[in-house]
């Protein structure tokens, strides 16, 4: 099984998300009121091996492949948008920009969507 470069490159952002969740837990831990960069971390280091497993899964043929990476991809820009925004307002006191965290909800929420799409959509062969 050979990994394209966009699985790839969605693997090496899901292994980044769960060492950045692993830090913010690590920095909310020793800070006060980080209640916010704790939700950060929590969001980070469960959906990373969630987009493992997607791309896991589409590489393997046990769903389809496309639809795969579009979920895994809708997850890794909800994570962005929703935990730099979260981790933005802690550390630096200002939000990435207005409604990222609830864009990047709703952009998690497709994520898993179509994830549920891609398992229910017969593979190939």
């Known amino acids: 099984m050979r990994l394209a470069g966009a699985d790839r490159a969605l693997g090496a952002f899901a292994c980044l998300s769960g060492l950045l969740g692993v830090a913010a837990s690590a920095a909310s831990a020793h800070m006060a009121?980080?209640?916010?960069?704790?939700?950060?971390?929590?969001?980070?280091?469960?959906?990373?091996?969630?987009?493992?497993?997607?791309i896991g899964l589409g590489a393997a043929g046990l769903l389809?492949?496309?639809?795969?990476?579009?979920?895994?991809?809708?997850?890794a820009i909800g994570l962005c948008l929703f935990c730099g925004d979260l981790a933005l307002r802690v550390l630096a006191g200002h939000p990435l920009?207005?409604?990222?965290?609830?864009?990047?909800?709703?952009?998690?929420?497709?994520?898993?969507?179509?994830?549920?799409?891609?398992?229910?959509?017969?593979?190939?062969?």
């Open 64 to 75: 389809r492949a496309p639809l795969a990476r579009g979920a895994a991809g809708l997850v």
């Open 33 to 54: 009121g980080a209640e916010s960069l704790k939700t950060a971390a929590q969001f980070l280091l469960f959906h990373a091996p969630a987009i493992l497993a997607l």
């Open 97 to 125: 920009f207005p409604m990222a965290a609830p864009s990047g909800g709703f952009a998690l929420m497709g994520g898993w969507l179509l994830g549920i799409v891609a398992l229910l959509v017969p593979s190939r062969g």
